[in-house]
């Protein structure tokens, strides 16, 4: 009999005499809940034995699997941040960084040539994650990766993962250091990385030739049908905004959350008006009994009941997917590096101080 | 020959197509075309919109929508609630209404709702703001709103999608300032205000185009200059005098009331000796300039913490039977206020709670006679009113008509201690003494109905509960005044009488101002409890 699989590669944890046992697995799935094979981690023999059986009773199966998944994600990942904190005097979030070449744009550029040598071949050309069997994860969104010190993280390179798929590479620090910036600069805010380009240039080109204008604004200049771009340096990542501009439509540009989510307030509809006109528009909001229109000239129509039957909802969001074609490589660099460089407040950090212990009244 | 009707038709048909031609490309050429919320709009008051935190420049927060009155504010339903995950403790923001849009702010952050079913249109969160105080609300003029942020920036935005058009700081949070009200707009300028731990504050104007600042006036007097002299030698930069609530604007007469501030710190008076200008007082304000023209003092050299941010409420009324534009204010101190607001002059003042027993009465010239003694001291002191006040920020409202100022009144008495504290410098919280007040009874809530140019009160109406609230009243033309009780109640009372027509249990306590708005022909009532938006409309309308 043939039967269809799940494939998923995912932390698993295990209850096991009273604590959590974790490992990443290779699982496959049948249809009816049960694991046909889990693979790839130094827990594979447990899973062989005894426990294995209580999670091919077809009953439990899917339940317990996903109560571990969510678990041991969570389990995971607080352990590790916590040990690290206590090894290194904290990092918080991903901010305080002890690498001394972080954010120095030589040592970036070359620890991407040495991950390109090194580390592409399992983690992706741009730190993006390999594709298929024993592949490395994606080191852009990997929150593990991002929480981590830079001690930690030389740590990793410089000793590897025991028991798992990635190997040590006993690099001269300086190599290590250099790779560190570079990992940083792939989660880092795209104008922390200050871009090479003609920024000049590239604000000609949102404003004119790009017609980025038309939908989206930058300090109150521009149009309504798109998202606001005034805090998008500050606000993204440089492969987020990378993404929206030349794959829109793909998972990535929807995961950036700039359009295509419908829960975003960014989803394309055509408004029927009751004088025969036909309105590009967003959809603000929109639920069985209610929908918010905002209009191409920046009207908004608030539709009740039979009036929401006016607005047609599009396949596609009205963000142009042939920017590829229409700008040369650079004139999209310099428009990178204007949209890179756009932040609400000066990027040199907030003025504000800590809580205060005063109420005015 | 072409009969000469028919030619003119002709003309008149060419001449509006070119125009037409000319309409139409000005359309497509020109940014979007929509309705502009103009200063005048603002003047004019509320209606079917409400433009501004106190509804109109006048502070009366009185609506002329009749639609829900006395004969049938029993039906009053909700028609929807928004909670507001992410807000300050307590969400103490007045709702605008422009158009049937409704902006509402949370601690850093506004949002545009849908006024009629709730649904949200767009929110803005402030970015990187690393304090979180309550806001009281927006301010709304052209194709804009701005809110001000915990750190004291001020924030524009386009308002029909949210983006951002710039965010201005106006004081340094690093010093300890941080913001709170509602912007006010005047002309072109926003005026904004602040509050702070020790420094002293000001009233600012900015650019409604750029958020550059016009002029700044600050509550304390600098070297050298006017009424410095009442601080003693306290240093220059300290003493305070916040400006936390939205100020007042007379259009004719072209001055803007701003109501200030306790001076710091606040209940030790002795490293400040003298009346401590311009605490505890309305300062009148050339809006071009920033100039004062002039400020009257409700209470010198203050020690129990009552500041006088309570609302300035303009009005025209006779006064012993002259006609007269009067400022009348309920104060925190316990009395209630009449001033000529073209010159400051002290009119009438009256208490306006039972319980007021730090002072004989007011003299002819408008300051308090004080009895000796009621200082905070070692061994305690008991003072009535108490430190919350008489009443605080809690909007009074006014119906024009009938006459009667609407207050929420607090009885209340403590004992206010004083006790040897260590000298700290501002931005640390200090308010001079180590114990600051012990309460002496619970206390209790009354809204009460002054007459606005005696200061007679005609009714008063009990507010029972636990006195955490820190709600205000609206008046409306369908003879109804709302206000909150202190269990959670939002009631409607008949404005002439008093009686109680109608209430209903919000759940959490209630931190803000009732307003009202008409959207389709149908009125609406909205107002916040805990950090929760709920609006009302006549059940089965």
Redesign the interface.
């Known amino acids: 009999m043939e039967r269809a699989v799940l494939r998923q590669t995912n932390t698993l944890c295990l209850w096991d005499a009273g604590s959590f046992r974790i490992g990443d697995f290779r699982l496959e799935f049948a249809e009816d809940g049960a694991i046909i094979s889990a693979s790839r981690t130094k827990f594979t023999e447990r899973l062989r034995g005894e426990r294995m059986g209580i999670l091919r009773r077809p009953k439990f199966t899917a339940a317990i699997a996903a109560l571990c998944l969510a678990a041991g994600v969570t389990v995971a990942a607080q352990q590790r941040a916590r040990g690290e904190r206590r090894a290194n005097g904290g990092r918080a979030g991903a901010s305080a960084a002890s690498n001394p070449l972080d954010g120095n744009p030589a040592a970036i550029a070359a620890g991407q040539t040495r991950f390109r040598e090194t580390c592409a071949i399992c983690h992706g050309a741009n730190g993006e994650g390999g594709q298929g069997e024993g592949q490395g994860p994606n080191l852009i969104t990997n929150s593990d990766v991002r929480r981590a010190s830079d001690e930690a993280l030389s740590k990793v390179v410089h000793d590897g993962i025991p028991a798992t798929a990635m190997p040590a590479f006993p690099l001269p620090q300086t190599q290590i250091q250099q790779l560190v910036a570079y990992l940083r600069s792939l989660s880092a805010t795209a104008i922390s990385l200050h871009l090479p380009g003609d920024v000049a240039a590239g604000r000609a080109i949102f404003f004119g030739k790009g017609q980025c204008s038309q939908c989206h604004m930058i300090r109150g200049e521009g149009g309504f049908l798109g998202p606001d771009l005034t805090n998008i340096g500050a606000a993204r990542r440089l492969d987020q905004i990378h993404d929206a501009l030349l794959k829109t439509g793909s998972d990535a540009s929807n995961k950036a959350d700039l359009y295509g989510d419908p829960m975003a307030g960014y989803r394309a509809v055509i408004l029927h008006t009751p004088d025969g006109k036909e309105l590009r528009g967003v959809a603000k909001n929109y639920t069985n009994y209610s929908m918010q229109v905002l209009d191409a000239a920046g009207h908004l129509h608030l539709l009740r009941g039979e009036e929401m039957s006016r607005a047609a909802f599009q396949p596609k969001s009205w963000m142009p997917d042939d920017y590829q074609k229409v700008l040369t490589e650079k004139e999209i660099q310099d428009l990178l590096a204007f949209l890179s460089r756009q932040s609400v407040r000066p990027p040199e950090g907030p003025t504000s101080a800590a809580p205060q212990p005063e109420e005015e009244d | 020959m072409i009969p000469k009707r028919a030619k003119r038709r002709d003309e008149v048909r060419g001449a509006t197509r070119r125009l037409w031609i000319t309409a139409t490309l000005a359309i497509l050429l020109a940014p979007?075309?929509?309705a502009q919320v103009r200063p005048q709009d603002l003047a004019s008051g509320p209606g079917n919109n409400w433009l501004t935190y106190l509804g109109d420049y006048a502070a009366h927060r009185f609506s002329p929508l009749t639609q829900i009155n006395t004969t049938n504010v029993s039906r009053l339903a909700p028609v929807w609630v928004r909670h507001n995950d992410g807000d300050a403790d307590r969400a103490e923001s007045v709702p605008l209404v422009y158009d049937?849009?409704m902006y509402a702010t949370k601690s850093n952050g506004i949002y545009a709702l849908?006024a009629?079913?709730g649904?949200?249109?767009?929110h803005y969160d402030?970015?990187?703001?690393?304090?979180?105080?309550r806001n009281r609300g927006a301010a709304i003029l052209g194709?804009r709103v701005y809110f001000e942020t915990?750190?004291c920036?001020l924030v524009?935005l386009?308002r029909?999608?949210?983006?951002?058009?710039?965010?201005h700081?106006f004081a340094?949070?690093?010093?300890?300032y941080?913001c709170?009200p509602a912007p006010l707009v005047v002309k072109n300028e926003i005026l904004v205000g602040v509050?702070s731990?020790g420094y002293r504050c000001y009233v600012a104007a900015l650019s409604a185009d750029t958020g550059k600042e016009n002029w700044r006036f600050w509550t304390i007097p600098g070297k050298g200059e006017f009424g410095r002299d009442t601080w003693g030698t306290f240093p220059d930069d300290w003493g305070e005098v916040?400006t936390?609530m939205t100020g007042s604007y007379d259009p004719e007469l072209n001055l803007v009331y701003w109501t200030t501030?306790n001076p710091w710190p606040d209940l030790n008076g002795e490293e400040r000796p003298g009346i401590n200008l311009y605490s505890d007082c309305v300062v009148a304000l050339d809006p071009e300039t920033g100039k004062l023209k002039w400020y009257f003092q409700f209470t010198q050299h203050d020690t129990h913490d009552w500041?006088a941010?309570e609302t300035a409420v303009l009005l025209d009324a006779d006064f012993q039977g002259k006609p007269r534009k009067l400022l009348v204010q309920a104060n925190r101190n316990g009395y209630y206020y009449v001033l000529d607001r073209t010159n400051g002059k002290f009119l009438l003042a009256k208490p306006f709670i039972k319980d007021l027993n730090w002072s004989k009465g007011i003299d002819a010239n408008g300051k308090p006679i004080v009895i000796p003694g009621m200082e905070p001291s070692p061994a305690g002191v008991k003072v009535c009113p108490s430190l919350?006040g008489a009443t605080?920020?809690w909007a009074p409202s006014i119906d024009p008509k009938i006459g009667l100022l609407y207050v929420v009144s607090l009885e209340r008495c403590e004992i206010f201690y004083s006790s040897k504290q260590n000298h700290r410098p501002p931005?640390?919280?200090y308010y001079g003494t180590n114990h600051v007040a012990e309460r002496t009874d619970p206390g209790e809530f009354y809204l009460r109905a002054i007459n606005a140019t005696t200061g007679d009160i005609r009714w008063e109406y009990p507010l029972p509960g636990p006195v955490y609230m820190?709600a205000g009243t609206m008046a409306t033309a369908g003879g109804l005044v709302f206000t909150a009780d202190a269990d959670d109640d939002l009631v409607a009372l008949d404005a002439k009488t008093g009686k109680d027509l109608w209430h209903f249990y919000m759940g959490s306590t209630l931190y803000s101002n009732p307003m009202t708005f008409r959207v389709n022909g149908k009125q609406y009532i909205s107002m916040t409890a805990g950090t929760n938006l709920f609006t009302f409309a006549l059940f089965g309308q």
């Open positions: 979007a075309a929509m049937g849009v849908d009629v079913t649904r949200e249109i767009w402030a970015v990187s703001v690393r304090t979180k105080h194709d915990s750190d920036h524009a386009q029909m999608n949210g983006a951002v058009i710039w965010d700081a340094p949070a690093g010093k300890g941080f709170t509050a731990s916040p936390w501030g500041d941010n919350k605080n920020w931005n640390v919280g820190w």
